[in-house]
């Protein structure tokens, strides 16, 4: 590899002009594209998909914003090249109602992770929540959380800067089905209670 | 992010045909730490050829009774199998301690290893780094050097290794498989990656164009007795300051086999054969536990940030080894 900083240095002729066409099935809905080898798969759900609930947060895997479902798994879509996912099953907060339905179109439906966090206040400013969000969902069909601690540590990816924490903790754990702590716990006090839910 | 073609590979031969026809190709396959150097324009490569559709995903018993994992399964799906959860505790448990669910659920075995350091001049292109361009200096040999190496180093570079899995790997003593233009090859774990020396840019001893293509485990997992202690500026999500990898045999008392790694101390998961070998035999009491411990570090150097760690990983590896026997061989307060 070149020892040099700038791209004048490298060896990149022909590279600009690359194009690679690639589908993904998008929240149900069938999406083709020609796009840049570089494209990550959190730019064009955004700005090609115009699906941008998806949110850029750090852009570098530090913060999970970006998070959402790809083949049923939880991934930081940042990280992600898009070409190297072409084929892809993707569902993004967009669209997780729908996929909890079965497919059936419901404007007014809201996934239960997306209640649960409405109902126990788990967020301030929102920009983390869709990541949040999606990042729960996959946690537990990945299934395995048995106390909230699970929860916690299952999470870590996930930042909030408001740190609305024990809120989001009490929503996941309503909707896995773990015994939900009052919302007003302190984080102290939930991390002694780990195993005994 | 940097301009670069790509390339998609659907096996290993093709995969290094590929990268034999660029002059800077880097294979690609979770693309958890190489598309994020890319973006931080400290990798620089003009070709990616994506290994992800390669057939290394299967984890197999192996004729001795071992596993062997290939390169491609994802580091969830290891630390989650049911025969590596049960017989190698230590690789799920160093496993799970690392990265995030969301990297864990996409990062691979064979770019667990081949990550680069977090030092934090490595990926700051506005600073000197060995490492990124030789020669250009090491700024963390009096700057901000908190999460680097005591172990091992050199006049050139600092850097520690950050995995967790790695610290695991060494000391199940495990071994890795490679393919490349002339064939494929077996490295002992010890022998894979390198210290920095005076070569702080090569991390491994992995040939130009040569692949990973499985990690394979002895029949020993040391599932009654092992730790994976790592110690971190947060409860999770965070790089080891100090991480320890311990497997033992015991017998009447005895300490038959002791297999230890450190991470987070040097420019790769840290073994010191000569330790092994004078605790090996020892009755199992504090003394023998706590002089394995300080000669661990005979040999450690600290600097203004990082000194700390002298002492740190002491106190980690005896409380590996009470986690791993469930004894105290510490004082009482």
Not at chain 1, 74 to 92: E, H, K, P
Not at chain 1, 120 to 140: N, W
Not at chain 2, 127 to 139: A, H, I, L, V
Not at chain 2, 264 to 271: D, T
Request: aromatic share 6%.
């Amino acid at each position: 590899m070149s020892t040099s900083n700038t791209r004048d240095a490298l060896d990149l002729a022909g590279v600009d002009e690359q194009r690679i066409g690639m589908t993904f099935e998008i929240n149900g809905t069938r999406h083709q594209f020609e796009l840049e080898p570089w494209t990550t798969l959190l730019d064009l759900l955004r700005e090609r998909a115009g699906l941008t609930g998806t949110r850029k947060g750090c852009d570098h895997g530090q913060c999970g914003a970006c998070t959402a479902l790809v083949n049923g798994q939880r991934i930081n879509t940042c990280l992600a090249l898009a070409a190297v996912y072409d084929g892809s099953t993707i569902t993004t907060i967009e669209g997780l109602a729908r996929a909890v339905k079965n497919g059936q179109e419901s404007d007014d439906a809201l996934h239960p992770m997306q209640q649960a966090f409405i109902d126990h206040d788990a967020f301030q400013c929102g920009y983390c929540t869709p990541g949040q969000i999606c990042s729960a969902v996959g946690m537990l069909a990945e299934g395995h959380v048995d106390t909230r601690d699970d929860i916690r540590e299952l999470m870590s990816g996930n930042l909030c800067r408001c740190g609305a924490y024990v809120n989001i903790v009490n929503a996941i754990a309503e909707v896995a089905q773990l015994n939900a702590a009052p919302t007003s716990e302190r984080a102290a006090g939930d991390r002694k209670d780990g195993g005994a839910e | 992010m940097n301009r670069f073609s790509y390339a998609r590979a659907t096996d290993v031969e093709q995969a290094i045909a590929h990268h034999r026809g660029s002059g800077a190709a880097a294979f690609l396959a979770g693309g958890t730490n190489l598309v994020d150097l890319i973006k931080e324009n400290v990798a620089r490569p003009t070709l990616l050829v994506d290994i992800t559709r390669l057939p290394l995903k299967d984890i197999q018993t192996t004729p001795p009774g071992g596993v062997k994992i290939g390169a491609l399964v994802t580091n969830s799906a290891v630390a989650y199998h049911e025969q590596i959860a049960q017989r190698y505790p230590l690789l799920a448990k160093a496993i799970l301690a690392g990265a995030s669910a969301q990297i864990r659920n996409v990062a691979t075995v064979g770019g667990n290893l081949l990550q680069r350091t977090r030092c934090h001049y490595f990926y700051d292109t506005g600073t000197p780094c060995n490492k990124r361009e030789p020669g250009s200096g090491c700024p963390a040999l009096e700057g901000v050097n908190r999460i680097h190496a005591i172990l091992g180093t050199s006049e050139q570079c600092i850097a520690v290794h950050p995995s967790d899995m790695c610290v695991a790997l060494a000391a199940l003593d495990a071994v890795v498989h490679l393919a490349g233009e002339s064939g494929t090859r077996v490295l002992p774990f010890a022998n894979f990656h390198r210290l920095a020396g005076d070569t702080p840019q090569i991390d491994t001893n992995l040939e130009a164009g040569e692949i990973i293509t499985a990690v394979e485990l002895p029949p020993a997992g040391f599932a009654d007795h092992h730790a994976y202690v790592k110690v971190r500026d947060r409860a999770s999500y965070a790089f080891a300051l100090v991480s320890v990898a311990l497997g033992l045999r015991l017998e009447d008392e005895k300490i038959r086999e002791v297999n230890c790694a450190l991470g987070g101390v040097a420019h790769k998961p840290w073994r010191d054969v000569e330790a092994e070998a004078w605790l090996r035999g020892q009755a199992l009491t504090r003394d023998a536990v706590r002089g394995f411990a300080d000669m661990l570090v005979r040999e450690a150097h600290g600097r203004r940030g990082n000194a700390f760690k002298i002492e740190l990983t002491t106190r980690a590896v005896v409380r590996a080894f009470e986690m791993a026997t469930q004894r105290r061989f510490t004082e009482e307060a």
